[in-house]
């Protein structure tokens, strides 16, 4: 299991940016799902979301709890459960898209990994 934490590179990127890409844990060799996942940033909480995709497969989409700039979403009620019964294969590609852009502040997204 291994949490990592992904940043927009600049508040209201484009709808569609991968926040993966190019992220050394994009694909892994083994099997593995996100357990949690946590998204915090932009001006008010709920006004921004990301988009999660297996490969092609979509997972869901999670919007923003806490607002601010580099708020780094450890407290427990900034992290979700992601409710879905699949995982990815390996060297799958894990995909963390912008749905719903974020104003004013960047976006922190905190992931639970865990290989099976």
């Known amino acids: 299991m291994s949490n990592i934490t992904i940043k927009e590179a600049a508040a209201a990127s484009a709808v569609g940016t991968n926040l993966m890409a190019g992220h050394r ?9 996100v357990r949690r996942i946590g ?3 932009s001006a008010a909480a709920g006004d921004a979301a990301v988009d999660m995709f297996y ?3 979509y997972i869901g989409t999670f919007y923003n709890t806490t607002l601010g700039a580099n708020i780094i979403p450890l407290d427990a009620k900034d992290m979700v459960q992601v409710s879905s019964n699949v995982g ?4 799958e590609p894990l995909h963390i898209l912008i749905a719903k ?3 004013t502040n960047i976006l922190a997204v905190t992931l639970e990994l865990v290989e099976l």
Request: proline fraction near 14%; avoid cysteine.
């Open 25 to 33: 844990l994009q694909t892994a060799p083994r099997p593995r799902f």
């Open 39 to 41: 998204v915090t940033g």
């Open 55 to 57: 490969g092609n497969v």
């Open 88 to 91: 990815m294969e390996p060297n």
């Open 101 to 103: 852009v974020s104003t």
